[in-house]
């Protein structure tokens, strides 16, 4: 059984969308059992049946305008912090929330803890790749977890999201580059270019050098590293771009009389396969990878559909040992260079 | 007359497509004269009339694959130094290439030289609003001048935007954004935080706080201040965007069958109009501001309707002293400074 600590109570259309979403996953995904942290009474009302769903009464909130840090100490008896300690306890193996970003990272950091090895857990989140026959997504980290990321931050980020890339979008020695301001090898400012230079000595990623945000829908790498400020600028360059750009299909439609109608009308499902292919949420949420267990954000204006892509994915990175996987290698890392720090201490 | 000094052996097309546009544009401007520098044998052979144009023989030619900075050193009978070169000599009014970038900004900086309280100038575009009746455009800075930048540069970026938008696209007291991720004052990694701190403190401009780059192309801001990493970043995920998105609408009419055909048909003025409104080429090359002289880079791409709105822009540039504007300002500061230094030491 897989048990998924859910904050019912984050989100735009919460708590009835996420309970929505959640009963929908729970009649598709057998071997899954829900905990559900929010207003009892209030959740109640909207849970149709309580079949492998088990519903923990947590009295406060942590609202949007709440300072995440200040909210995740204070409001023990929140839902975000009540689903994290649930993780932390051994008694869910992942939590997932729609609700305030920052405390959502703040109860991953200090509740869930990070793995040893890894110095700052970052975002990753999939993004589509269109008009490529031989891939449909890529995975770009940071995404905006740390604002100021050093060079070996990045480098964690570029193992972090092979592990991910490999085990949740089955890419075989998944393509690693470094988001950078051109594509040649001295690119970049001091961090980027000290990272280019750790990224090329890391051990077991297949590091193909930079590239740049112009390319990233092409296909150009299987996983973008990023430092979370330019990765947050990008990912919502994306997002603005393409709906600028729907609304402009848009316009042509209503705006050229009869004969736009009637074209719109013939591509009709052209558009629709357009929209549904830059829609990023089929991929479900965005994880903070580094941590102990799977933390998922999610959109502030989830609906139920997006919530099951998000325990759909939860399912698949607990079923893959991603967490398990990324801990074994900095363990091992370590290994090595006691070993190498013990061998030196021999031939002195 | 306006003189302008011009690559003509720079770009993916040139010479045949700086010649071409360069004619046109002397047709249409009568109070221009163009210089223009090249393999004299080369140009004379596409040149049609020499009306206004003087050709000056440069042996050199600056490549791609040159490394910038060197180039512009060593090679001093090349077009893109010798045109900078006639602008620090007063032969010129302005330069323009459409050839390396990196030696193009290098001449700038080391030729054509610094306004007096410019740290380091920065790469300025214009770039669409879309679906906005109020605004057509927007400015951004600096868009890949500078890979590290410090908050005082985000700050110079800010009035030296001001004084483009106010002179080159009739915004009246322009608002003044800074590119973060998120809109909260208080956002940003260190170099943001203390860039917002800075430009709530700056004279004379009209800072309207932090934008995402999700609501650019919407018109949140007239001058939208960034450091040169994530600018570049930031357009070239715009440009990527847009050119996927026309291509997977490209891709709905083509791969629909009949019904598809007969829709982009119907369809074909409203999508060009969209391709149209998404070419910010059409407001001319990337400026790089804070120079004693407006110095221009076009894509490499550029033929000649690129050169002609360059020539048009740059001739607007010189109408509306910007350069002596943005030197007023900064000789106007100093005096202030000063004035402020002998009143402190009167009242000790």
Chains 1, 2 share one sequence.
Not at 56 to 84: C, G, H, L, Q, W
Not at 189 to 194: M, P, S
Not at 319 to 331: E, F, K, L, R
């Amino acid at each position: 059984m897989v048990k998924i600590a859910i904050d019912a109570m984050g989100g735009d259309y919460a708590p009835e969308a996420v309970i929505e979403g959640v009963e929908q996953a729970r009649d598709l995904f057998e071997d899954t059992v829900f905990l559900l942290y929010g207003k009892r009474d209030v959740i109640n009302q909207h849970l149709k049946n309580r079949d492998r769903i088990q519903v923990i009464n947590a009295d406060e909130v942590i609202t949007m305008e709440d300072e995440p840090v200040r909210a995740v100490r204070r409001k023990k008896n929140s839902s975000i912090v009540m689903a994290a300690t649930a993780v932390k306890d051994g008694e869910a193996d992942a939590f997932f929330s729609a609700g305030n970003s920052g405390a959502v990272l703040a109860a991953g950091l200090f509740i869930v803890g990070r793995i040893k090895g890894i110095d700052r857990p970052g975002l990753v989140t999939a993004l589509p790749v269109v008009r490529n026959a031989n891939q449909s997504n890529f995975v770009m980290m940071d995404i905006g977890a740390n604002a100021d990321s050093k060079p070996v931050n990045l480098q964690q980020y570029a193992v972090l999201g092979t592990y991910y890339a490999e085990r949740m979008m089955q890419a075989k020695s998944p393509r690693v580059a470094l988001l950078n301001n051109g594509t040649e090898d001295d690119k970049g400012n001091k961090v980027h270019k000290a990272a280019f230079e750790l990224l090329q000595q890391t051990a077991d990623i297949n590091f193909i050098g930079n590239v740049e945000s112009r390319d990233l829908l092409n296909g150009v790498a299987d996983v973008v590293v990023t430092d979370g400020f330019t990765g947050n600028a990008v990912l919502k360059s994306i997002e603005g771009t393409a709906r600028s750009m729907l609304g402009l299909v848009k316009d042509a439609v209503y705006n050229t009389g009869v004969s736009g109608k009637l074209g719109g009308l013939l591509l009709k499902n052209g558009f629709n396969q357009i929209r549904s292919q830059m829609d990023y949420s089929q991929y479900g949420g965005a994880v903070l990878l580094g941590l102990k267990a799977p933390v998922v954000k999610t959109h502030g204006s989830s609906k139920a559909p997006t919530v099951v892509n998000t325990i759909r994915q939860i399912r698949q990175m607990v079923a893959t040992d991603i967490v398990p996987g990324v801990a074994a290698y900095y363990a091992n890392q370590q290994a090595n260079q006691q070993a190498s720090v013990d061998k030196s201490v021999e031939n002195d």
